[in-house]
């Protein structure tokens, strides 16, 4: 599935950033980007990275990995 995310270019957001879904402290989900534009981008969830029994819900945080 894909998901939209509130955070483009104009928020440091690039083709090759990799960025995680959070909620609360746990990291749910791993993003691989499509399209990114100045304030919003369309992700891929990547396949395999969602924690199991867990979907991604409106509202969960996405950051960059490397801030995890």
């Excluded at 509130?6 to 909620?23: D, Y």
């Excluded at 980007?33 to 199991?52: A, E, F, H, R």
Aim: aromatic residues 4%; contains cysteine.
């Amino acid at each position: 599935g894909f998901v939209m995310v509130n955070a483009g270019r104009a928020h440091g957001v690039e083709p090759n950033s990799a960025l995680l879904v959070k909620r609360g402290s746990a990291r749910i989900a791993r993003l691989r980007i499509l399209n990114i534009q100045d304030n919003v981008c369309v992700c891929d969830v990547v396949k395999g990275s969602v924690t199991p029994g867990v979907s991604i819900d409106a509202g969960d945080k996405v950051i960059f990995e490397d801030t995890f």
